[in-house]
């Protein structure tokens, strides 16, 4: 059973940076693709960004395109969110989960683990 821990989430001010980091134990994720989703409060789960199994594919949600970035350390079966020029319209609770499939894809219902999310709030 692969476990995902997500980790990094924290008070920030408007404009700053942020690592988010999802590490994954119980099992490989490397042959897997991986995201990241987030939930605002009062809002449905949105997607942020995609990273295929060798890492060599990714996507974004055109709302952080730019200024966030995913990547991944398969030696270590985790995987990153580096978020820059923070706003406050990014607070939400962060997500990681992984793909039953291995190319990046932006679709919820095709990831099957998930992990228990790390809040993210930035301020104004």
């Known amino acids: 059973q692969v476990q995902l821990v997500e980790s990094g989430g924290e008070l920030v001010q408007a404009g700053g940076s942020l690592r988010l980091s999802c590490a994954a134990s119980?099992?490989?994720?490397?042959?897997?693709?991986m995201g990241w989703f987030r939930q605002a409060p009062g809002k449905e789960h949105e997607f942020v960004a995609t990273?295929?199994?060798?890492?060599?594919?990714?996507g974004y949600a055109d709302s952080v395109k730019g200024r966030f970035f995913i990547s991944r350390d398969n030696a270590k079966n985790t995987v990153y969110l580096q978020m820059n020029s923070l706003k406050p319209e990014d607070t939400a609770v962060y997500y990681c989960?992984?793909?039953?499939?291995?190319?990046?894809?932006?679709?919820?219902?095709?990831?099957?683990?998930w992990g228990q999310g790390t809040q993210v709030t930035v301020s104004s």
């Open positions: 989960g992984r793909s039953r499939y291995s190319l990046a894809t932006v679709k919820r219902d095709e990831y099957d683990y």
């Open positions: 990273i295929s199994y060798t890492g060599g594919g990714t």
């Open positions: 119980g099992g490989l994720v490397s042959d897997y693709a």
